[in-house]
């Protein structure tokens, strides 16, 4: 299916979208994920680099890393998100991961993937659940993504890829290394039931 026939599919129906059904957004604005990420970005960025913010959502990471002086894009597969980045002034590509990017063309890239762990069973299949599920281990969106980052970074290039611990950090530095992607963490915060870190990958 096409993004057109699932846009399609997920906002054209007689009933009002799952999200306005809960009560909730349909597209994730900027928390404490966003914050630790941003911050990480800003401070390795450098004026005039191309950086890339995967799933750019609202916009705000790619905004933090406009105002830092880099020429940033925003991709993200919620029509909705595309919208309101672009709104707020970031060049938006209605994409999947980092599907339309050309081979190394960026220096840095952003994401905020993802990363609730969820049973096929238990989900609404709505645009806030794809900005939220990351399927049952919380790595399907991060696996394919590190799968295919090296082949868009030039050289010098890095990454800042957020990663909960209810995802499992080492699991997935275990498997950005497997792809030939170094990592350390960079930035960090604890909450109750979770820690979130910011993984650089090089």
């Known amino acids: 299916m096409g993004d057109d026939e699932e846009s ?4 054209s129906t007689d009933r009002p979208p799952l ?3 809960r009560g909730v957004d349909t597209v994730y604005g900027a928390s404490e994920d966003s914050h630790l990420l941003a911050e990480a970005a800003v401070e390795a960025v450098e004026p005039g680099e191309r950086a890339l913010d995967v799933g750019t959502g609202s916009g705000y990471v790619a905004a933090s890393l406009a105002e830092a002086g880099a020429d940033v894009l925003g991709t993200d597969l919620n029509p909705a998100a595309c919208r309101e980045a672009r709104e707020a002034g970031i060049p938006v590509v209605r994409a999947n991961l980092l599907d339309p990017i050309q081979a190394s063309a960026v220096d840095l890239v952003a994401f905020n993937p ?3 762990p969820s049973a096929p ?5 709505d645009w806030m659940e794809t900005a939220l599920s990351g399927g049952e281990d919380g790595r399907a969106a991060v696996d394919p993504f590190l799968e295919d980052l090296s082949r868009v970074l030039r050289d010098g290039g890095r990454a800042f890829l957020l990663v909960s611990s209810l995802t499992g950090i080492k699991a997935v530095r275990e498997y950005a290394g497997s792809q030939g992607l170094d990592s350390s963490i960079v930035a960090e915060e604890s909450f109750p039931f979770e820690r979130l870190v910011v993984l650089r990958l090089l």
């Open 114 to 116: 993802p990363y609730l």
């Open 19 to 21: 999200a306005d059904q």
């Open 8 to 11: 399609v599919d997920r906002e």
């Open 121 to 125: 069973e238990t989900e609404w299949g």
